[in-house]
């Protein structure tokens, strides 16, 4: 009880944020084996983040990105579009949602039925950037 005095945690606060926290791991834990990357690494600080870079596509040290700061909140943005990505959404709707309630629309992928893991993205947006550039040069 020391560790709830600390903090002058409330028992119904602390049993609050158990449950809450449980459920986004649960839901990124689902997100990981959808994803075809083992589902323990959630639970693992910083190889989370590794397996992360690695569903969008990107190398494993751009994980230390979130180490720079203020550049880690744009990254961090960055992110979570480009996973939404990986899962076909690409419309305004859907990166505004991932924006502004990041954690649920993660909860939703990884919790879906319908959401599928399409593969990685990362090296496929610039190609895909400079694909319509060229045909519009060409039209």
């Not at 323990?40 to 690695?54: C, Q």
């Not at 991932?98 to 990685?120: D, H, K, M, R, T």
């Amino acid at each position: 009880m020391d560790f709830f005095d600390t903090f002058n945690l409330d028992g119904g606060v602390a049993l609050g944020a158990l449950f809450i926290t449980l459920i986004a791991l649960a839901g990124n834990w689902r997100l990981f084996v959808k994803c075809n990357q083992p589902g323990w690494a959630v639970i693992v600080p910083g190889y989370n983040v590794v397996v992360a870079m690695r569903i969008i596509g990107r190398p494993a040290s751009h994980a230390l990105f979130f180490l720079i700061p203020v550049y880690n909140l744009y990254f961090f943005f960055r992110t979570i579009l480009e996973l939404a990505n990986t899962f076909g959404k690409e419309s305004t709707l859907d990166y505004v949602l991932a924006s502004v309630f990041n954690v649920f629309y993660i909860l939703n992928l990884g919790l879906s039925e319908e959401e599928e893991y399409q593969g990685p993205v990362y090296g496929s947006l610039a190609s895909k950037k400079d694909e319509r550039s060229s045909n519009m040069a060409v039209a």
